[in-house]
């Protein structure tokens, strides 16, 4: 497991940087320096939930880090976006979105396997 630790954690940013991206486009997130902040966030927080996850793979360290990325991308989301309204509640629908879509990836190629 920790032998292709670094592979999870490059292919985990690579498919959250897709999947929020994709999902800001889904939510008509507009304008170059929104675009700049979603990937950003993800290049924040991604590594550090992504590295905890992989090293403690129980449900409550999942939610606790989840959780704790969704505030933190929220309020820097608050902060700094340009016209973008509820920035917690789009934190939170990216998170989810990516979250779950990488679960049913993680489920699909365990049944392919």
């Keep these: ?19 929020e991206g994709a999902f800001a486009r889904l939510c008509r997130v507009r304008g170059r320096r929104n675009a700049c902040l979603v990937l950003l966030v993800n290049l924040l927080t991604n590594p550090p939930v992504a590295l905890v996850g992989n090293l403690f793979p129980f449900w409550p360290v999942h939610l606790a880090l989840e959780a704790a990325a969704v505030l933190v991308e929220g309020a820097i989301y608050a902060r700094l976006a340009e016209g973008l309204r509820r920035p917690l509640l789009f934190s939170l629908g990216a998170n989810a979105f990516s979250y779950l879509t990488g679960a049913a990836l993680r489920a699909l190629l365990s049944a392919l396997s």
């Design 1 to 19: 497991m920790l032998a292709d630790l670094p592979r999870r954690l490059l292919l985990s940013l690579a498919l959250t940087l897709l999947l």
